[in-house]
């Protein structure tokens, strides 16, 4: 965790503090080493919420995105269940932050509690996926939409099959990386996907600040304007002349 309740306050982690979980009340020391990012952890083996991760530098650069008091709010269901989500907006959108593996059960689990919701998937923690995922868009037809994307299908990219089937928006960040098509930036882009029924999911690259300020202040998410296509262009000069001599051939 981030944050602790030191004296009904919350606080990050500092050398020899003690608090108290802000979820089940539990006494929580502070965790400053020089390996792993300085957080809270119970001083028992209990797990109050068995859906957080270890955090990493990737989770934390994400949560900063964001502001302090949109970090790590818990959400406390009718039953007595309990989860921390990563950022809670003022709107009550909730994202989350994911690096770990997920089951598909976890995640329709974490999207029916949450709802609504999005997530922001780490896609370089495996680095099979950066590779699949560009040999899949390297093959895949253009989506035809407002903004340029393009239909990944089903079983050509490891990280779009395994994302697929949920109902709630899903971007994946590969960080700084080159794609297929050479002419996208290799920084500050994210990847929207949107699943079609059969078809796969339609693969959009969005401005990852973009991303960050539709969830702060509503504004839409960019992309980048898909290419109308143009008339091919009339033939000239000699290209020209020779056209016409082959319109006048004779055929037999």
Same mark, same amino acid.
């Given at each position: 965790?981030?944050?602790?309740?030191? &004296?009904?306050?919350r606080?990050?982690? +500092?050398?020899?503090a003690?608090g108290?979980?802000p979820?089940?009340?539990?006494?929580?020391?502070?965790?400053?080493? &020089?390996?792993?990012?300085?957080?809270w952890?119970?001083?028992?083996?209990?797990?109050?919420?068995?859906?957080?991760?270890?955090?990493?530098?990737?989770?934390?650069?994400?949560?900063?995105?964001?502001?302090?008091?949109?970090?790590?709010?818990?959400?406390?269901?009718?039953s007595? &269940?309990?989860?921390?989500?990563?950022?809670?907006t003022?709107?009550?959108?909730?994202?989350?932050?994911?690096h770990?593996?997920?089951?598909?059960?976890?995640?329709?689990?974490r999207?029916?509690?949450?709802?609504?919701?999005?997530?922001?998937?780490?896609?370089?923690?495996?680095?099979?996926?950066?590779?699949?995922?560009?040999?899949?868009l390297?093959?895949?037809?253009s989506?035809?939409?407002?903004?340029r994307?393009?239909?990944?299908?089903?079983g050509?990219?490891?990280?779009?099959?395994?994302?697929?089937?949920?109902?709630s928006?899903?971007?994946?960040?590969?960080?700084?990386?080159?794609?297929?098509? #050479?002419?996208?930036?290799?920084?500050?882009?994210?990847?929207?996907? #949107?699943?079609?029924?059969?078809?796969?999911?339609?693969?959009?690259?969005?401005?990852r600040?973009s991303?960050?300020?539709?969830? #702060?202040?509503? +504004?839409?998410?960019?992309?980048?304007?898909?290419?109308?296509?143009?008339?091919r262009?009339?033939? +000239?000069?000699? &290209?020209?002349?020779?056209?016409?001599?082959?319109?006048?051939?004779?055929r037999?």
């Amino acid at each position: 965790m981030k944050f602790a309740l030191v &004296e009904g306050i919350r606080q990050e982690a +500092t050398a020899g503090a003690r608090g108290l979980c802000p979820g089940c009340s539990s006494s929580v020391i502070a965790k400053c080493g &020089e390996i792993r990012l300085h957080h809270w952890a119970h001083l028992s083996t209990m797990v109050c919420d068995p859906w957080r991760e270890q955090e990493t530098e990737w989770h934390r650069g994400w949560k900063n995105e964001f502001p302090v008091e949109w970090q790590e709010v818990w959400h406390r269901a009718p039953s007595g &269940e309990i989860h921390i989500s990563d950022v809670k907006t003022a709107n009550g959108a909730v994202i989350e932050f994911q690096h770990s593996p997920i089951t598909a059960q976890e995640r329709a689990s974490r999207e029916a509690f949450y709802y609504p919701m999005a997530w922001v998937v780490d896609g370089a923690r495996l680095k099979r996926d950066l590779p699949s995922f560009c040999a899949a868009l390297t093959d895949a037809p253009s989506a035809g939409t407002k903004l340029r994307a393009w239909l990944v299908r089903p079983g050509t990219s490891m990280i779009v099959d395994r994302w697929a089937g949920g109902r709630s928006p899903v971007f994946l960040d590969f960080g700084d990386a080159v794609f297929p098509p #050479r002419w996208l930036p290799t920084t500050g882009l994210l990847w929207w996907l #949107r699943y079609v029924p059969k078809l796969g999911a339609v693969a959009t690259p969005v401005l990852r600040q973009s991303v960050v300020d539709h969830y #702060r202040v509503g +504004t839409p998410i960019r992309g980048l304007k898909a290419i109308a296509p143009t008339r091919r262009p009339g033939l +000239t000069g000699f &290209e020209a002349h020779l056209a016409r001599k082959r319109g006048n051939r004779a055929r037999f």
